[in-house]
């Protein structure tokens, strides 16, 4: 019901967008977009803080594993150098590791996995392509804001042992900015491929909580996601 409700509301917000275009009938109007995203995070945690936290050099942090997942698209033609996109994947797994110290007592911590959760993160961008419709390779750039919720969340049989019982983990959705540059090369009538690359500012509270004790730290993303999809336009 929560995932349903994120996409209902970027669909909408997309709307919103495109219906502010101005009167513009030239070539197809629309675009769906299938592909692939992959993703790399430039992550970094604040140390985790609560009751019976040892005092550790380096302090315990966690980072997030890169990972790939299909790429779709929906892109609304606003005029000849305006378009409006709504950008999601298929909600990828994406695993959390400890950093810090080898272990902690004679339980293993840094470079193990600790927990994980499936991203639903629809992005709407408004973008700006260069040069004319009739042009094959046409580059653009785009902004925009991101929205990531993190379902499924699960704490591994290490994160547990680490925690010192079964732990439970709750993380806060992020809004951010977004940005993307890429470049199409339209091949057929209605077909084209692209790349991008593509930016999405993601924080999240994380909050583990083992037999009622809690242990909190923040988690800066940074996702940079490359992309290269098949489109094609009606």
Same mark, same amino acid.
């Given at each position: 019901m929560k995932n349903s409700k994120i996409l209902a509301c970027s669909l909408a917000l997309l709307g919103c967008v495109a219906s502010l275009a101005w009167a513009d009938d030239s070539g197809p109007q629309n675009t769906l977009r299938l592909g692939y995203y992959f993703i790399f995070f430039n992550s970094s945690s604040t140390p985790i803080t609560g009751p019976f936290v040892p005092a550790e050099t380096p302090p315990l942090d966690i980072k997030a594993d890169n @990972?790939?997942?299909?790429?779709?698209?929906?892109?609304?033609?606003?005029?000849?150098?305006?378009?409006?996109?709504?950008?999601?994947?298929?909600?990828?797994?994406?695993?959390?590791?400890?950093?810090?110290?080898?272990?902690?007592?004679? @339980?293993?911590?840094?470079?193990?996995?600790?927990?994980?959760?499936?991203? @639903?993160?629809?992005?709407?961008?408004?973008?700006?392509?260069?040069?004319?419709?009739?042009?094959?390779?046409?580059?653009?750039?785009?902004?925009?804001?991101?929205?990531?919720?993190?379902?499924?969340?699960?704490?591994?049989?290490?994160?547990?042992? @680490?925690?010192?019982?079964?732990?439970?983990?709750?993380?806060?959705?992020?809004?951010?900015?977004?940005?993307?540059?890429?470049?199409?090369?339209?091949?057929?009538?209605?077909?084209?491929v692209i790349a991008s690359a593509n930016y999405a500012l993601v924080r999240s509270d994380v909050t583990l909580t083992t037999a009622g004790v809690n242990r909190t730290t923040r988690v800066t993303f940074d996702p940079f996601a490359a992309i290269v999809a098949v489109g094609y336009s009606f």
């Open positions: @990972v790939n997942t299909p790429y779709v698209a929906y892109i609304r033609r606003l005029s000849t150098h305006w378009d409006a996109e709504l950008a999601f994947g298929l909600p990828p797994k994406t695993e959390t590791e400890g950093k810090g110290p080898a272990t902690l007592g004679a @339980v293993p911590y840094n470079g193990v996995v600790l927990g994980s959760a499936r991203w @639903v993160a629809p992005t709407v961008l408004i973008e700006y392509k260069f040069f004319q419709d009739d042009a094959p390779l046409r580059p653009y750039v785009g902004v925009g804001v991101n929205y990531t919720a993190f379902e499924g969340r699960q704490s591994s049989a290490a994160g547990d042992a @680490v925690g010192g019982g079964p732990t439970s983990i709750d993380q806060t959705a992020s809004i951010g900015p977004a940005g993307t540059v890429g470049l199409k090369y339209s091949f057929a009538p209605n077909w084209s």
